[in-house]
Protein backbone atom coordinates (compact mmCIF):
# COMPACT_ATOMS: atom_id res chain seq x y z
CA UNK A 1 0.00 0.00 0.00
CA UNK A 2 1.47 3.43 -0.34
CA UNK A 3 1.24 6.39 1.92
CA UNK A 4 2.77 9.86 2.20
CA UNK A 5 3.40 11.61 5.01
CA UNK A 6 4.10 14.97 5.70
CA UNK A 7 5.51 15.54 9.13
CA UNK A 8 5.19 19.33 9.12
CA UNK A 9 2.02 20.37 9.89
CA UNK A 10 2.48 24.19 10.25
CA UNK A 11 5.56 25.73 8.67
CA UNK A 12 5.98 29.63 9.94
CA UNK A 13 8.68 31.49 7.98
CA UNK A 14 9.83 35.47 7.77
CA UNK A 15 9.39 36.65 3.79
CA UNK A 16 12.66 36.47 1.36
CA UNK A 17 13.74 32.95 3.79
CA UNK A 18 14.20 30.41 2.76
CA UNK A 19 11.71 27.38 2.80
CA UNK A 20 11.67 23.59 2.95
CA UNK A 21 8.61 21.12 3.46
CA UNK A 22 8.54 17.83 3.77
CA UNK A 23 7.34 14.52 1.94
CA UNK A 24 8.11 11.09 1.71
CA UNK A 25 5.94 8.80 0.35
CA UNK A 26 6.33 4.30 1.16
CA UNK A 27 5.29 2.42 -2.30
CA UNK A 28 6.15 -0.71 -3.58
CA UNK A 29 5.82 0.20 -6.83
CA UNK A 30 7.02 3.19 -9.65
CA UNK A 31 5.17 6.00 -8.15
CA UNK A 32 4.35 9.71 -9.63
CA UNK A 33 4.60 12.82 -7.50
CA UNK A 34 2.35 15.87 -7.13
CA UNK A 35 2.48 18.84 -4.67
CA UNK A 36 -0.94 20.66 -4.72
CA UNK A 37 -1.29 23.85 -3.08
CA UNK A 38 -4.70 25.79 -1.47
CA UNK A 39 -4.88 29.09 -0.83
CA UNK A 40 -7.00 30.58 1.49
CA UNK A 41 -11.07 30.10 0.41
CA UNK A 42 -9.40 28.78 -3.02
CA UNK A 43 -9.37 25.15 -4.21
CA UNK A 44 -6.54 22.71 -4.82
CA UNK A 45 -4.17 23.90 -7.58
CA UNK A 46 -1.26 21.59 -8.89
CA UNK A 47 1.73 23.18 -7.96
CA UNK A 48 4.38 21.18 -9.68
CA UNK A 49 4.65 17.06 -10.60
CA UNK A 50 7.32 14.68 -11.40
CA UNK A 51 6.19 12.09 -13.76
CA UNK A 52 9.78 11.03 -15.30
CA UNK A 53 13.06 12.07 -16.56
CA UNK A 54 14.64 14.87 -14.82
CA UNK A 55 14.23 14.66 -10.87
CA UNK A 56 14.47 18.47 -10.34
CA UNK A 57 10.99 20.13 -10.89
CA UNK A 58 10.57 23.59 -10.81
CA UNK A 59 6.91 25.45 -10.70
CA UNK A 60 6.45 29.16 -12.17
CA UNK A 61 5.91 30.98 -9.34
CA UNK A 62 9.67 29.61 -7.87
CA UNK A 63 8.97 26.64 -6.06
CA UNK A 64 10.98 23.09 -7.08
CA UNK A 65 10.51 19.67 -5.77
CA UNK A 66 13.30 16.92 -6.01
CA UNK A 67 12.57 13.46 -6.57
CA UNK A 68 14.94 11.37 -4.50
CA UNK A 69 14.51 7.49 -4.61
CA UNK A 70 16.41 5.90 -2.28
CA UNK A 71 15.27 8.47 0.21
CA UNK A 72 11.80 7.98 -1.17
CA UNK A 73 10.92 11.71 -0.89
CA UNK A 74 10.22 14.49 -2.58
CA UNK A 75 10.68 17.88 -0.48
CA UNK A 76 9.30 20.94 -1.70
CA UNK A 77 12.20 24.06 -1.51
CA UNK A 78 11.74 27.60 -2.36
CA UNK A 79 14.85 30.18 -1.97
CA UNK A 80 12.59 32.91 -0.85
CA UNK A 81 9.13 33.07 0.14
CA UNK A 82 6.64 35.61 0.00
CA UNK A 83 3.43 37.13 2.00
CA UNK A 84 1.52 35.50 -1.21
CA UNK A 85 3.06 31.84 -0.43
CA UNK A 86 0.90 31.60 2.71
CA UNK A 87 -1.50 28.50 1.50
CA UNK A 88 -1.72 24.87 2.86
CA UNK A 89 0.76 22.52 0.71
CA UNK A 90 -0.56 18.79 -0.18
CA UNK A 91 2.11 16.23 -1.59
CA UNK A 92 0.52 13.45 -3.71
CA UNK A 93 1.18 10.21 -5.18
CA UNK A 94 -0.49 8.42 -7.80
CA UNK A 95 1.03 4.84 -9.27
CA UNK A 96 -0.55 5.79 -12.64
CA UNK A 97 -1.36 8.79 -14.97
CA UNK A 98 -2.99 10.02 -17.99
CA UNK A 99 -6.69 9.61 -17.50
CA UNK A 100 -7.32 8.47 -13.94
CA UNK A 101 -5.71 10.64 -10.62
CA UNK A 102 -6.50 8.18 -7.62
CA UNK A 103 -4.02 10.27 -5.14
CA UNK A 104 -2.96 9.67 -1.63
CA UNK A 105 -2.73 12.66 0.06
CA UNK A 106 -0.15 13.10 2.82
CA UNK A 107 -1.78 15.84 5.87
CA UNK A 108 -1.44 18.72 4.57
CA UNK A 109 1.35 21.27 5.73
CA UNK A 110 0.41 25.05 6.27
CA UNK A 111 3.07 27.49 5.37
CA UNK A 112 2.49 30.81 7.32
CA UNK A 113 4.70 33.77 5.60
CA UNK A 114 5.50 36.51 8.36
CA UNK A 115 5.91 40.01 7.33
CA UNK B 1 -13.27 28.17 -19.11
CA UNK B 2 -14.91 27.47 -15.80
CA UNK B 3 -12.96 25.17 -13.72
CA UNK B 4 -14.73 22.92 -11.25
CA UNK B 5 -17.37 24.11 -9.39
CA UNK B 6 -18.78 22.66 -6.31
CA UNK B 7 -22.19 23.70 -4.61
CA UNK B 8 -22.64 24.81 -1.83
CA UNK B 9 -19.53 26.00 -0.74
CA UNK B 10 -20.66 25.54 3.06
CA UNK B 11 -23.04 23.30 5.03
CA UNK B 12 -24.50 22.97 8.74
CA UNK B 13 -27.27 20.46 9.38
CA UNK B 14 -27.93 18.23 11.99
CA UNK B 15 -26.96 14.61 12.94
CA UNK B 16 -29.81 12.69 10.93
CA UNK B 17 -30.30 14.81 8.34
CA UNK B 18 -29.76 14.87 4.33
CA UNK B 19 -27.34 16.57 2.94
CA UNK B 20 -26.75 16.89 -1.18
CA UNK B 21 -23.25 18.12 -2.45
CA UNK B 22 -23.19 18.75 -6.56
CA UNK B 23 -19.77 19.35 -8.78
CA UNK B 24 -19.45 20.37 -11.98
CA UNK B 25 -16.72 19.62 -13.45
CA UNK B 26 -14.82 21.03 -16.55
CA UNK B 27 -17.03 20.92 -19.67
CA UNK B 28 -15.99 17.73 -21.27
CA UNK B 29 -13.76 15.86 -18.36
CA UNK B 30 -14.95 12.17 -18.30
CA UNK B 31 -13.49 11.58 -15.31
CA UNK B 32 -14.58 12.72 -12.11
CA UNK B 33 -13.37 11.91 -8.76
CA UNK B 34 -14.69 12.83 -5.48
CA UNK B 35 -12.25 12.87 -2.74
CA UNK B 36 -12.61 14.42 1.43
CA UNK B 37 -10.89 15.56 4.31
CA UNK B 38 -11.61 15.51 7.26
CA UNK B 39 -10.49 17.94 10.10
CA UNK B 40 -6.48 17.75 10.69
CA UNK B 41 -6.54 14.45 8.05
CA UNK B 42 -5.23 13.63 4.96
CA UNK B 43 -7.67 14.37 2.00
CA UNK B 44 -8.81 10.64 1.16
CA UNK B 45 -10.11 9.04 -1.93
CA UNK B 46 -13.66 8.31 -2.25
CA UNK B 47 -14.97 7.43 -5.85
CA UNK B 48 -14.24 8.04 -9.43
CA UNK B 49 -16.73 8.01 -12.50
CA UNK B 50 -16.01 7.50 -16.15
CA UNK B 51 -18.50 9.20 -17.40
CA UNK B 52 -21.63 8.55 -15.49
CA UNK B 53 -20.01 4.85 -14.72
CA UNK B 54 -18.55 4.24 -11.32
CA UNK B 55 -15.37 2.95 -11.92
CA UNK B 56 -13.70 2.92 -8.76
CA UNK B 57 -15.78 3.43 -5.07
CA UNK B 58 -13.37 1.64 -2.75
CA UNK B 59 -13.10 5.08 -0.24
CA UNK B 60 -16.33 5.42 0.53
CA UNK B 61 -16.52 5.07 3.87
CA UNK B 62 -20.45 3.15 3.73
CA UNK B 63 -23.53 2.76 2.62
CA UNK B 64 -24.79 6.10 4.03
CA UNK B 65 -22.70 7.68 1.09
CA UNK B 66 -24.31 7.62 -2.55
CA UNK B 67 -22.94 9.26 -5.49
CA UNK B 68 -24.15 9.50 -8.73
CA UNK B 69 -23.49 11.28 -12.20
CA UNK B 70 -26.72 10.94 -14.19
CA UNK B 71 -25.88 11.50 -17.84
CA UNK B 72 -22.25 11.92 -17.53
CA UNK B 73 -22.37 15.83 -16.65
CA UNK B 74 -22.40 16.99 -13.09
CA UNK B 75 -22.18 14.68 -9.94
CA UNK B 76 -24.01 14.74 -6.85
CA UNK B 77 -23.09 13.15 -3.29
CA UNK B 78 -25.81 12.44 -1.04
CA UNK B 79 -25.09 11.72 2.60
CA UNK B 80 -28.05 10.07 4.48
CA UNK B 81 -28.65 10.28 7.41
CA UNK B 82 -25.36 12.12 8.44
CA UNK B 83 -23.17 11.39 10.96
CA UNK B 84 -20.75 13.54 13.16
CA UNK B 85 -17.95 11.98 11.56
CA UNK B 86 -19.05 13.04 8.42
CA UNK B 87 -18.05 16.43 8.59
CA UNK B 88 -15.31 17.51 6.78
CA UNK B 89 -14.64 19.26 3.60
CA UNK B 90 -14.98 17.51 0.41
CA UNK B 91 -13.57 18.13 -2.75
CA UNK B 92 -14.31 17.25 -6.39
CA UNK B 93 -11.89 16.82 -9.49
CA UNK B 94 -12.31 16.34 -12.83
CA UNK B 95 -9.77 15.41 -15.54
CA UNK B 96 -10.10 14.70 -19.57
CA UNK B 97 -9.75 11.24 -21.23
CA UNK B 98 -9.40 11.38 -25.12
CA UNK B 99 -7.61 8.61 -26.25
CA UNK B 100 -4.34 9.57 -25.94
CA UNK B 101 -4.83 13.20 -25.31
CA UNK B 102 -4.31 12.68 -21.20
CA UNK B 103 -4.25 15.10 -18.85
CA UNK B 104 -1.35 15.13 -16.39
CA UNK B 105 -3.39 16.37 -13.44
CA UNK B 106 -6.46 16.36 -12.26
CA UNK B 107 -8.09 19.53 -11.58
CA UNK B 108 -9.83 20.45 -8.59
CA UNK B 109 -12.69 22.24 -7.04
CA UNK B 110 -12.82 24.78 -3.63
CA UNK B 111 -14.33 22.23 -1.63
CA UNK B 112 -17.66 22.03 -0.01
CA UNK B 113 -17.18 22.38 4.23
CA UNK B 114 -19.70 20.03 5.54
CA UNK B 115 -20.36 20.16 9.56
CA UNK B 116 -22.63 17.95 11.21
CA UNK B 117 -23.90 19.09 14.77
Known amino acids: AQSVTQLDSQVPVFEEAPVELRCNYS??????LFWYVQYPNQGLQLLLK??????LVESINGFEAEFNKSQTSFHLRKPSVHISDTAEYFC?????????????FGTGTRLKVLA | EAGVTQFPSHSVIEKGQTVTLRCDPI?????LYWYRRVMGKEIKFLLH????????ESGMPNNRFLAERTGGTYSTLKVQPAELEDSGVYFC???????????????FGQGTRLTVV
Open chain 2, 93 to 107: ASSPMTGKDWSTEAF
Open chain 2, 49 to 56: FVKESKQD
Open chain 1, 27 to 32: SSVSVY
Open chain 1, 92 to 104: AVSDRWGGTYKYI
Open chain 2, 27 to 31: SGHDN
Open chain 1, 50 to 55: YLSGST
